[in-house]
């Protein structure tokens, strides 16, 4: 057992870990420790996010726990440089395998780079790897729905086609983010049918939960339905 997997399991909580094994059904669940969220920046204070035990725990992949897959999406985050943080994310993409690591990614220096980071969001939007999809997905949704949006981006997730429920998923959560958002814009592809038939609805009953949509809004899209 390694020092860190040493530190995860002195914090577990088996009770915990059968809950999130519940929320996380693609993940066998002896994968699991049960380790709770606050108890992670505990860990990264005792052995330094910068440190030399940190760079050799993030090339020691793939790991056997979750938990050890998201401390390192978490050692990621606190990266300060951008291309070491590209780096480093597309080092460990192989490697994420559900939706509780991905959607944990948000590395603050990547917000400060929009310019830069457009192009690897495309790239991994376009990936035929369901969870590198959906953390492009993810970085698209929290980097570029705001004021360096353009309606031509939607185009990359709107043609996404693929039987994978986490992926179909994210696409319309991203998609009902944009109704919220950007109405004018992302309204085109409800209208237009651009999204497969499960994916257009699932959007459309995500929109309809958002406050940020207005009533008359929520009329409009109930009435854009597809009936199955």
Request: aromatic share 12%; charged share 30%; glycine share 2%.
């Amino acid at each position: 057992m390694t020092d860190i997997q040493k530190k995860l399991f002195s914090r577990q909580d088996s009770k915990y870990a059968d809950f999130v094994a519940k929320l996380v059904p693609t993940e066998p669940r002896e994968s699991f420790i049960g380790v709770r969220a606050a108890e992670y920046s505990k860990i990264l204070k005792e052995i330094g996010c910068f440190s030399e035990q940190a760079k050799t725990f993030m090339n020691e992949v793939p790991h056997q726990y979750q938990e050890e897959n998201i401390l390192h999406i978490q050692l990621i985050n606190r990266l300060k440089d951008f291309e070491q943080c590209i780096f480093e994310i597309n080092k460990f993409l192989p490697f994420v395998t559900n939706w509780a690591v991905s959607d944990g990614l948000n590395p603050k220096v990547l917000n400060k780079n929009h310019g830069k980071l457009l192009s690897h969001v495309k790239n991994w939007i376009e990936s035929d790897k369901p969870y590198t999809k959906r953390i492009g997905m993810i970085l698209f949704m929290k980097n570029f729905l705001g004021s360096d949006f353009d309606q031509e981006y939607l185009e990359w997730p709107a043609k996404v086609r693929t039987d994978e429920y986490y992926v179909n998923m994210m696409t319309a959560w991203l998609f009902a983010e944009a109704l919220a958002k950007q109405w004018n814009s992302a309204i085109k592809f409800v209208e237009q049918r651009r999204l497969d038939t499960w994916t257009h609805n699932k959007t459309i009953q995500k929109a309809l939960e958002s406050f940020r949509i207005t009533p008359e809004q929520k009329e409009y899209l109930r009435n854009l339905k597809i009936k199955s």
